[in-house]
């Protein structure tokens, strides 16, 4: 998508009088590169946007604190068989499969071609030194957790990365932020969950959930974690 400088134009003047953006169910692609001279963006909210590509045009924006992207692509069956070219790679979104939809609702599917399907990294590269809020899941995003994501996110305090097809050990660098939600089911973290960090999430102030990552191990002092191989601790005798 072309971005008109007359566009620009405009939409500057209307981000920097509300700071605010919200979209949900357009199809935008990408954030043209026209968007980096809005230096007054706080939240960015676009849901079923189809966004297939880092928004590098918000690189380095100190004034951005919430950053809501999830579910890039969700679609009902029939619409699904309409756009997508490769069907095989879709998938139920995380919502449908465990049954969070009601009976009158549609299944929803997602497929890599509508969504942000590149390396998690990318984002943490963007800087986003003021980020409180960060909501990518039912996403095909892949790769880790950087361990350095305290330092590049000091702030954060809400991070939903589930249904993705990210990888690699849970850092324990996480301990570090004032989480009060770390959402990270349904994706394919493995090694141990970091004690520290383990100790903060049973906390009840805290809404966290690491099921179905089948390789991450490791106990909690209360109860064991489905589809992990997190288990409930032995007390010391």
């Not at 499969?97 to 997602?110: G, Q, V, W, Y």
């Not at 959402?183 to 959930?209: D, R, V, Y």
């Amino acid at each position: 998508m072309e971005c008109r400088t007359s566009i620009c134009q405009y939409s500057a003047a209307w981000i920097w009088r509300s700071a605010d953006f919200r979209g949900d169910s357009v199809h935008v692609g990408h954030i043209p590169a026209c968007w980096s001279s809005m230096t007054n963006l706080q939240n960015f909210y676009c849901t079923s946007c189809m966004m297939t590509s880092p928004p590098k045009a918000l690189a380095g924006l100190r004034s951005l604190k919430s950053f809501v992207a999830f579910g890039q692509s969700e679609f009902s069956p029939c619409l699904l068989k309409k756009l997508s070219k490769n069907m095989s790679r879709c998938r139920v979104t995380w919502e449908t499969k465990n049954l969070f939809r009601t009976d009158s609702e549609s299944p929803m599917f997602s497929c890599p071609e509508f969504s942000y399907a590149f390396p998690f990294a990318e984002f943490v590269r963007l800087g986003w030194s003021s980020l409180e809020k960060l909501w990518l899941d039912g996403n095909f995003l892949t790769g880790a957790i950087p361990e350095n994501l305290p330092d590049v996110w000091p702030s954060l305090q809400s991070l939903d990365l589930y249904d993705n097809m990210m990888e690699g050990t849970i850092p324990e660098s996480l301990a570090r932020l004032d989480l009060v939600k770390l959402q990270l089911q349904g994706n394919n973290f493995s090694g141990i969950l970091p004690p520290s960090l383990a100790t903060k999430l049973t906390l009840e102030t805290h809404a966290w959930n690491v099921a179905a990552n089948p390789e991450l191990q490791g106990c909690l002092a209360t109860h064991g974690v489905a589809g992990t191989k997190i288990t409930k601790c032995h007390e010391d005798l």
